[in-house]
């Protein structure tokens, strides 16, 4: 009997690796036709470290960044150039796609600080830049569109696909990691 689990266990562990290996590697972003590549920037990141950039960019930008190796993970702020994990406006934790949505009323120049996670000595990554070419037009549509008892600020959020997207992946990690977790309890 313990045989057998061990082998149910091992074909379970093997399935969900190529399972979250599949969504770890799908590196190519799927994005709109609005947006605008304007750079592309790759680089190495040591263990505990942190690397900067500087945003000059006007207008909504998308920041996709891919870990190819280890973990890299983005903190972004308008407030400082030298942005961490305890001050920043906005960040991006997680494990593989990081995306981060800057503001156009951000304050320029933004400053985008890359952290290597210390769990790998060295975390390699790609970020990806993107120009929202539609958040100028939506911004006009919001601003002649309020209705007499809504004012600027109060418009209701729908939940768009990228929101559905993130939360069924959330869901699929948590099952995932539930599993896992049942498996490892029945093998120790």
């Keep these: 009997m313990t045989m057998v689990l061990c082998w149910g ?41 942190y690397s900067y950039l500087r945003l000059n960019h006007e207008g909504r930008i998308i920041l996709y960044m891919q870990s190819l190796k280890g973990d890299a993970d983005l903190y972004v702020s308008d407030k400082t150039l030298r942005p961490n994990f305890d001050t920043y406006k906005l960040q991006s934790t997680t494990c593989g796609q990081d995306v981060v949505i800057v503001p156009g009323d951000f304050v320029r120049p ?55 997207m993130e939360e069924e992946e959330s869901i699929l990690w948590t099952i995932l990691i539930g599993i896992l977790k049942i498996i490892l309890e029945i093998l120790f």
């Design 110 to 164: 933004v400053g985008i600080g890359i952290y290597g996670h210390p769990s790998y000595m060295e975390s390699e990554f790609e970020m990806r830049v993107f120009y929202d070419q539609t958040a100028h037009t939506e911004e006009e549509v919001e601003k002649n569109s309020y209705s007499s008892n809504e004012t600027p600020g109060q418009s209701q959020h729908s939940q768009g696909p990228e929101d559905v």
């Design 9 to 49: 266990g091992l074909l379970v562990l093997a399935a969900l690796s190529r399972a979250l290996g599949s969504l770890q590697h799908s590196e190519e972003p799927s994005v709109p036709d609005e947006w605008v590549l304007l750079h592309v920037v790759q680089g190495h990141i040591g263990a505990g470290n």
